[in-house]
Every structure is written in C-alpha cells, then in structure tokens.
C-alpha cells in the first residue's frame, strides 16, 4: 500500500481534472447553449439563480481544471452543489436515484476532499506554494 501511497497527489490530481472537465459543460449549457440548450429549450436569465450557478460551474470549474485558488473554490462549489440539490432535485423525490440529483450529491462531495486536501500534483496553487521565497 505504501507504493500506491506516494502517488496520492497525481491522483488526486487526475480526480480534480476529470471533476472539472464533466463540470464545467453543465454551466456552457445554461450560459450558451453548449453543448445542448437547457430542458426547456430557454437560456435562463444572467441574474437568476440558474444563471448564476451555470457562472459558477464555469469560473469555477475552470479555476479547479488548473488547481488555481482550489480550497475556497471547491469550497463555494461544493455549497452550491448541495444547495442544487436541496432546492432542485429533494423536493421532487427525496431519493437520488429517482430525483435526478445523484451527479449534485457527488460533485458536493468531491469538491468537499478538495476542500481538505487541495489540489493534488499539476496545479497552479502547487507550483505556486513550492516556489522559492523571494527576499
């Protein structure tokens, strides 16, 4: 197990990359009608709810794609990914499999690790943190 171990940080790594990268479509559905308009047919409102969590799936999904500002990022998202849930999917059937809030529930959860371990290898905050100091 102590082999697996010292490569933690690259999974974690390929974790938040894969994360952003199923993430991020779900907010360019709601802002552009990419890569399928919302249900519905109808872009929602800029200032609507709606519309600003598709800005939050995108800024911020493209912030942990590059592991840039990580922890606070995954923190807001993995609070708006319960909210999601609790507001869109628990009142139509408390059990995510028949609500359609499965994906809310382990995005809120996945960016939850994040929150506690940060980035993992191949970020931005990374290479920032094991910069040298600067006198």
Aim: glycine residues 12%; aromatic residues 12%; proline residues 9%.
């Amino acid at each position: 197990m102590e082999t697996l171990s010292r490569y933690t940080p690259q999974a974690l790594a390929a974790l938040r990359i894969a994360t952003a990268l199923i993430f991020i479509p779900h907010g360019t559905q709601k802002l552009f009608g990419f890569p399928a308009p919302p249900s519905g047919g109808e872009m929602p409102p800029l200032l609507s709810l709606i519309g600003i969590g598709g800005v939050l799936e995108v800024v911020g999904g493209v912030l942990i794609l590059v592991g840039l500002f990580t922890r606070p990022v995954a923190f807001v998202l993995s609070g708006m990914m319960a909210v999601a849930y609790w507001m869109f999917h628990a009142p139509d059937n408390l059990y995510p499999l028949l609500n359609g809030g499965d994906a809310a529930i382990l995005y809120c959860f996945v960016f939850l690790l994040f929150v506690f371990t940060g980035p993992g290898a191949w970020s931005v905050d990374g290479s920032r943190d094991s910069s040298p100091a600067r006198g």
